[in-house]
């Protein structure tokens, strides 16, 4: 029996069209495979879609902007606005988790749910009332905090990568 391995798909969200690149090793150049990817869709990019390379260069720049600006501790109110305002833009960019409302007001009742069974849970096992308030204390914080933790992890994504080198570094354009 041959095993036939489906080809992994990159799709251009612009036009649709499908790439996909054989996983080969190449011994002694770990990024031989990838750069060569990247070769073929900087190449989709360039004659497919010249205009998103002006795109791409302002949102360089705007990094390149926050970069500069961050070598800067200022009390000047328009100074400070605008760090922070591109600052703010490249975030946009890179953020991977985003929570609606409806995901966050879900999580909210999945955590009032388990705080009202731990509430349930103290006063059965304790009679003392200044102990089970302790208890329930300890309890409801650990609760609470494991989901502020949760949220915090998604958005900062601590430690998720050895080094941390930016993506960008690898558009070709
Ligand atoms: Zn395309």
């Known amino acids: 029996m041959s095993t036939v391995e489906l080809a992994d ?14 996983r080969l090793t190449i011994i002694g150049d770990n990024n031989a495979r990838l750069n060569s990817y990247l070769k073929g869709l900087n190449d989709h990019l360039a004659s497919k879609h010249p205009e998103l390379g002006m795109q791409m ?23 400070s606005e605008q760090q922070d305002r591109v600052r703010w833009q490249v975030h946009q960019q ?33 009679d003392d009332d200044s102990e089970l308030e302790d ?4 309890a409801m914080t650990s609760v609470i905090a494991e989901a502020f933790t949760s949220i915090r992890d998604a958005l900062e994504e601590p430690g998720k990568y050895p080094a941390p080198v930016p993506a960008s570094s690898k558009v070709l354009v």
């Open 94 to 126: 890179t953020l991977k988790a985003r929570y609606p409302d409806e995901n966050l007001e879900q999580q909210a009742a999945g955590l009032a749910g388990r705080l009202i069974e731990l509430m349930l849970e103290c006063e059965q096992a304790t």
């Open 135 to 138: 208890v329930a204390k300890n």
């Open 9 to 22: 798909l990159t799709t251009c969200l612009h036009c649709g069209q499908k790439f996909s690149h054989p």
């Open 57 to 79: 260069a302002q949102h360089g720049m705007a990094f390149m902007e926050m970069l500069f600006l961050r070598n800067f501790r200022t009390t000047d109110p328009e100074l």
